[in-house]
């Protein structure tokens, strides 16, 4: 009798994980995949445990995290944008106001624009701002490395391809959004 209740239990509880795991699932990552295999892309998809911070996708992929990308939404005179960086840097407000033009930058909050990725999780989001209808900013210092990696709409998979398949595809104005340089904090 106990037995049979353990293996209840288990049974329950391994329902409830795969709920959990469905109700996560991005949809995402095939709608990239598609995009990209429409325009005869080469790219991998590298799968990893749970990750919230570019620092520890970086540690769990082993990408180092200047070669990690990392999608930040901002808002540009009230108007949401990406600004993409190295997960080792952080977004500069200031530059991006003086490389826009814009009257006011601010971060956006996860309110303000989860709606507007509901294939993603949130804080996922890949930095294909062509495929949401947003403008995307992009540090020039992710133009020296020959790929890019991001996120690919959930925090258990990142998609890897060469740069310039990425900046021909999204078209990105590349501007100094990060703070500091790449240089010092690759040191």
């Given at each position: 009798?106990?037995?049979?209740?353990?293996?209840?239990?288990?049974?329950?509880r391994q329902?409830?994980?795969?709920?959990?795991?469905?109700?996560?699932?991005s949809m995402s990552l095939p709608?990239?995949?598609?995009f990209l295999?429409?325009?005869?892309?080469?790219?991998v998809v590298i799968s990893h445990s749970v990750a919230y911070t570019a620092a520890g996708i970086a540690g769990l992929t082993h990408?180092?995290?200047?070669e990690l990308a990392k999608t930040v939404i901002v808002k540009l005179d009230g108007t949401l944008a990406?600004?993409?960086?190295?997960?080792?840097?952080?977004v500069d407000l200031a530059f991006l106001k003086a490389a826009t033009g814009a009257k006011s930058v601010d971060l956006a909050s996860e309110n303000e624009f989860k709606e507007r990725f509901p294939d993603c999780e949130v804080g996922a989001m890949p930095p294909f701002g062509n495929l949401y209808g947003m403008a995307v900013f992009a540090d020039q210092s992710l133009a020296l490395d020959k790929e890019i990696a991001f996120n690919a709409g959930s925090?258990?998979?990142?998609?890897?391809?060469?740069?310039?398949?990425?900046?021909r595809l999204v078209q990105p104005r590349l501007i100094r959004v990060a703070a500091g340089n790449r240089a010092a904090e690759a040191a």
């Open positions: 009798m106990r037995a049979d209740r353990r293996k209840i239990r288990w049974g329950i329902e409830r994980i795969s709920m959990v795991l469905r109700r996560e699932t709608k990239i995949k598609e295999d429409s325009h005869q892309i080469k790219y990408i180092p995290g200047r990406m600004a993409v960086v190295s997960a080792s840097q952080r925090h258990r998979e990142l998609v890897r391809l060469a740069w310039e398949d990425f900046e």
